[in-house]
Nanobody
């Protein structure tokens, strides 16, 4: 499975941004899709995950970020609203077989910078 993340950029605090992650080479519906981020000098952290029927999020983004899936396009999105400077990071999408409890495939990352 290959994952291609895109959509990052420089925005101001309070703005919105939507990241995309296009998957190829696998059966999209068989995977849970996740988003992670890593700020400079910090460990990678979980942002949110989507399976076929449910999504859940880290407390730090709950209520502001939403993950959606477009099975026709084999694409997962991360809609980010009310962005804060602390959301600045490289964002990665990842995929793993549903039920495995793991992420096996990773995209290349896309930079999100939120200015105050």
């Amino acid at each position: 499975v290959q994952l291609q993340a895109s959509g990052g950029g420089l925005v101001q605090a309070g703005d919105s941004l939507r990241l995309s992650c296009a998957a190829s080479g696998g059966t999209f519906s068989s995977y849970h899709m996740g988003w992670f981020r890593q700020a400079t000098g910090k460990a990678r952290e979980f942002v949110g995950q989507s399976t076929r029927n449910s999504s859940y999020y880290a407390d730090s983004v709950k209520g502001r970020f939403t993950i959606s899936r477009d099975s026709a396009r084999n694409t997962v999105y991360l809609q980010m609203n009310s962005l804060k400077p602390e959301d600045t990071a490289v964002y990665y999408c990842a995929a793993g077989a549903i039920g495995s409890g793991a992420y096996t495939y990773w995209g290349q990352g896309t930079q999100v910078t939120v200015s105050s």
